[in-house]
């Protein structure tokens, strides 16, 4: 495909979509948890949701609005680009989040085309719960033009791999890791369940959610840096860089890159053997104890 081919509908480009309301359960908070391989108890019991959670009652969100932007026979062209969430709170059982999504933008390439959405989740009362940016990767088809603009930049600060980083976990996709995840988060993409469906889109195969694996590098900085409080961490931001296949092992390595007014900012990259599947890691984490 080529940007004579397909078009992108910039008329969308900041139009809030209709809003999408999530009661949380207990049940749910504990299913995502065991989904993403999380050893966190609190998490595993459904009394605090994992950080990345915040994906599940924003999902619907995000799919009403995504193809407003790009045309519905792309839709095996996307994969996830980037997320970036920033929390006030973390979610609980029994909130109510109402969720809204916007495009805010999109760019080609010769390699593809980023397409940028921001969403905001708030509570029963109307506060905001947290914000999201979500990048969505159409692989092969370039747009040929930028509109607006894509979500704001969270880079790897390079100085920092001449240090030793604070912390380096290990953690291993199961075999069955996306057959668990796709329930539990709510997202039935075949490239992550039909291993023919992905082969045919030009991968290798089914792939690892990108949501369940930023999930894993939640809980590596949490149980690394953050004595495993959810309230600590404050945002939490990745790039994608390369498919993550089940069955193989993630190694994430964590850097502290500084703190002001008692939150530290820490770095983070995460390899499958030499090769990075997710770059540009930030995770900012109060100093003190979280709510």
């Known amino acids: 495909m080529t940007a004579g081919t397909v078009a992108f509908d910039a008329s969308s480009i900041g139009v809030w979509g209709e809003a999408?309301?999530?009661?949380?359960?207990?049940?749910?908070?504990a299913q995502y948890a065991r989904a993403t391989n999380d050893p966190i108890a609190a998490h595993?019991?459904?009394?605090?949701?994992?950080?990345?959670?915040?994906i599940v009652p924003s999902f619907m969100s995000i799919m009403q609005v995504a193809f407003r932007v790009a045309p519905p026979e792309v839709a095996m062209r996307v994969v996830h680009g980037e997320q970036d969430f920033t929390f006030a709170r973390p979610i609980r059982p029994g909130d109510?989040?109402?969720?809204?999504?916007?495009?805010?933008?999109?760019?080609?390439?010769p390699n593809g085309t980023s397409a940028a959405f921001l969403l905001e989740c708030r509570d029963a009362g109307g506060e905001l719960v947290n914000e999201q940016y979500m990048t969505a990767f159409f692989?092969?088809?370039?747009?040929?033009?930028?509109v607006g603009e894509l979500a704001p930049a969270h880079k790897f600060d390079e100085s920092l791999r001449g240090t030793e980083p604070v912390a380096v976990i290990t953690q291993h996709v199961d075999d069955d890791q996306t057959f668990r995840y796709s329930p539990a988060s709510g997202d039935p993409m075949p490239i992550h369940l039909d291993d023919d469906v992905a082969?045919?889109?030009?991968?290798?195969?089914?792939?690892?959610?990108g949501l369940c694996t930023q999930a894993f590098t939640s809980w590596a900085v949490l149980t690394?840096?953050?004595?495993?409080?959810t309230g600590r961490l404050k945002r939490h931001a990745v790039r994608f860089a390369k498919p993550v296949l089940p069955g193989q092992d993630l190694t994430t390595s964590i850097w502290r890159a500084g703190a002001a007014d008692g939150v530290a900012r820490y770095a983070f990259e995460t390899t499958v053997g030499d090769t990075v599947v997710v770059k540009d890691g930030l995770a900012e984490v109060a100093e003190e104890g979280g709510n």
Not at 44 to 54: E, R, T
């Open 199 to 209: 082969r045919g889109v030009g991968l290798p195969g089914i792939i690892a959610h």
């Open 139 to 146: 692989r092969g088809i370039d747009v040929g033009q930028t």
């Open 96 to 109: 109510v989040i109402t969720t809204r999504a916007k495009p805010i933008g999109y760019s080609g390439a």
């Open 20 to 29: 999408d309301t999530f009661e949380v359960t207990r049940e749910r908070i």
């Open 44 to 54: 595993l019991a459904g009394d605090v949701a994992s950080p990345i959670f915040a």
């Open 224 to 229: 690394a840096v953050a004595d495993g409080d």
